[in-house]
């Protein structure tokens, strides 16, 4: 994988989950690279919006439009009041969407897979 390609593996992971839920984001954190070990690099940002719906179906939608997407999916904490939505690509891309508080802020964070820098 190259730099470019985990960059818009990136771009297309945050657009799955903005397009399931429909609201508008801000960006927390731009598109950034960030350092997996001395010779290889990741992609990362982080978003955050207000609900458009509730808790429950806000993350069945975007685990639907993950799933979709070739996401492997599940929920870490489901039976807490702080569940979050993970999601895994094949080649090691990573996700994690989550809304703490029902009626509260949401949010999403996204990885891409390591690349060897240079790429």
Not at 22 to 35: F, K, S
Not at 40 to 69: I, K, N
Not at 94 to 102: A, F, V
Request: charge should be negative; include cysteine.
């Amino acid at each position: 994988m190259t730099s470019d390609e985990a960059r818009e593996q990136l771009l297309t992971a945050v657009d799955v989950v903005k397009g399931a839920t429909g609201q508008d984001w801000d960006v927390d954190v731009e598109p950034t690279l960030l350092g997996c070990s001395r010779t290889h690099s990741q992609w990362t940002t982080s978003w955050s919006g207000s609900p458009t719906m509730d808790r429950d179906s806000s993350y069945t939608s975007v685990r639907e439009a993950l799933e979709e997407a070739g996401f492997a999916t599940n929920i870490n904490g489901a039976d807490t009041t702080t569940p979050v939505l993970s999601a895994q690509a094949a080649d090691g891309f990573g996700l994690d969407y989550s809304q703490p508080i029902e009626g509260g802020p949401v949010g999403f964070s996204v990885s891409s897979d390591c690349f060897p820098e240079g790429e």
